[in-house]
């Protein structure tokens, strides 16, 4: 149990410095042109591995290319697919989908899990701020999606977030196209 707590001590401080840095200006994204496609499958690829009977798809509707740090997109996406897989029953589905307009590309995790009650929806991007409360401390203290609002911003884009409570969730990310 300690070396289960070290791991969580590790991984809150790795996540405070990361906003720590982030309100400072010391973290700036090292952006380049990367297919959001091709970080969504490595994720989906990644999520099938731990997924223990749930089924996750993964669909491409248009090759997006973005202007982004690649590193700090993929962990965007894994906050949502780790909260996908962790709060998913068995047998159910997660839905990854990637798509664009044109201004935008789009990525979509979508579970069919606990849901979000609509009056922690537009409180759940607050630092520490628990929907579920009966997790509380080591590394799920409420960061990750603080970390994905400012990812998400730093890229010139957002995340739009629909839930109902004991359905299930769909987060969705608006990132900026790389200039053709």
Request: charged residues 30%; negative net charge.
């Amino acid at each position: 149990s300690i070396l289960t707590e070290t791991d969580h001590m590790s991984a809150l401080i790795r996540q405070l410095l990361f906003l720590a840095k982030g309100d400072q200006n010391k973290l700036h994204a090292q952006k380049a042109r990367v297919s959001l496609n091709e970080i969504a499958a490595e994720l989906v690829r990644e999520m099938d591995l731990l997924q223990e009977g749930r089924s996750i798809t993964f669909t491409a509707e248009d090759e997006v290319e973005i202007f982004a740090e690649y590193d700090l997109i993929k962990q965007l996406l894994w906050i949502h697919g780790e909260n996908a897989l962790k709060y998913s029953p068995n047998g159910s589905e997660i839905a990854v989908r990637v798509w664009k307009d044109a201004s935008f590309g789009y990525v979509s995790v979508e579970d069919h899990g606990a849901g979000i009650a609509e009056e922690d929806l537009r409180k759940i991007f607050d630092r520490f701020y628990r929907a579920d409360k009966s997790r509380t401390g080591g590394s799920h203290c409420g960061l990750g999606l603080s970390m994905v609002k400012w990812i998400a911003e730093a890229h010139g884009g957002s995340v739009e977030v629909v839930s109902k409570e004991g359905e299930g969730s769909e987060f969705v990310f608006h990132l900026r196209k790389s200039k053709s």
